[in-house]
């Protein structure tokens, strides 16, 4: 773990740290699977988390045992109506929908001088961010489509470090789940685990919430 002094800026994942939008995601999954006659329940939703669309959608159909009664064709449809029930989610998001501490914390990074990008591997982290009105703290962030491998390979935390200029050990990169810590890892930077510190035992800094995250906490955990 690198020393506090020697960091000079910050990646962050969105989902899970400074909003949650895996509550729209399982909204819209569970319109298509209703669309579809499939039986949702807990299970199925949790088993959805942190995979792909198509993946996500195999998985819904093989939960009722009709992944062959569908062609690609049709899958196809099925996923990108799920993108188009969950934008119209997001278009509902606001301020309000971000996580405690974290605008207070952003804020505090930049009247600190601290370098800020985003590490999502959502396309449409962009426009989450727009309707947060965060988009003036995150003016470097990575376009997921131009990299070639996902959590937990580091390329995107290096690539948040790159952006900035920065080498990845002057980074601090924050994360919620353990993939993400594993790719912050992997980069070089020292990492932030926010949740159950079971789960994230890995990371260099573990918080129970966002609430927690604030400079002088990182400082205590670094000394």
């Given at each position: 773990?690198?020393?506090?002094?020697?960091?000079?800026?910050?990646?962050f994942?969105?989902?899970?740290?400074?909003?949650?939008?895996?509550i729209?995601?399982?909204?819209?999954?569970?319109?298509?699977?209703d669309?579809?006659?499939?039986k949702w329940d807990?299970h199925?939703?949790?088993a959805?988390?942190?995979?792909?669309?198509?993946?996500?959608?195999?998985?819904?159909?093989?939960?009722?045992?009709?992944e062959?009664?569908?062609?690609?064709?049709?899958?196809?449809?099925?996923?990108t109506?799920?993108n188009e029930?969950y934008?119209?989610?997001?278009?509902?998001?606001?301020?309000?929908n971000?996580?405690?501490g974290?605008k207070?914390?952003?804020?505090?990074?930049?009247?600190?001088?601290?370098?800020?990008?985003?590490?999502?591997a959502?396309?449409?982290?962009?426009?989450?961010l727009?309707h947060l009105?965060?988009?003036?703290?995150f003016?470097?962030?990575?376009?997921?489509?131009?990299?070639?491998?996902?959590?937990?390979?580091?390329?995107?935390?290096?690539?948040?470090?790159?952006i900035?200029?920065?080498?990845p050990?002057?980074?601090?990169?924050?994360?919620?789940?353990?993939?993400g810590?594993?790719?912050?890892?992997?980069?070089?930077?020292?990492?932030i685990?926010?949740g159950?510190?079971?789960v994230?035992?890995a990371?260099?800094?573990?918080?129970?919430?966002?609430?927690?995250l604030?400079?002088?906490?990182?400082?205590?955990?670094?000394?």
């Amino acid at each position: 773990m690198a020393k506090f002094s020697d960091i000079k800026g910050f990646v962050f994942d969105l989902d899970g740290v400074i909003t949650d939008t895996s509550i729209f995601h399982s909204q819209a999954w569970h319109q298509v699977a209703d669309q579809v006659g499939v039986k949702w329940d807990d299970h199925l939703a949790d088993a959805l988390k942190g995979i792909s669309r198509m993946d996500s959608l195999n998985l819904i159909l093989a939960h009722d045992h009709r992944e062959n009664d569908f062609t690609l064709a049709e899958k196809t449809t099925l996923a990108t109506q799920k993108n188009e029930n969950y934008l119209k989610l997001v278009a509902q998001m606001t301020p309000a929908n971000i996580l405690p501490g974290i605008k207070p914390f952003l804020a505090d990074l930049k009247a600190h001088g601290y370098l800020l990008s985003l590490a999502s591997a959502s396309k449409n982290s962009p426009l989450v961010l727009k309707h947060l009105g965060l988009e003036a703290y995150f003016t470097k962030s990575i376009d997921p489509t131009s990299l070639t491998h996902g959590k937990p390979d580091p390329e995107i935390f290096r690539r948040g470090a790159e952006i900035l200029n920065l080498d990845p050990q002057q980074c601090i990169g924050v994360e919620d789940a353990a993939a993400g810590v594993q790719s912050i890892n992997g980069a070089g930077e020292t990492s932030i685990g926010i949740g159950d510190a079971t789960v994230l035992a890995a990371a260099d800094i573990n918080f129970a919430t966002t609430a927690q995250l604030t400079l002088a906490n990182i400082k205590a955990a670094m000394a």
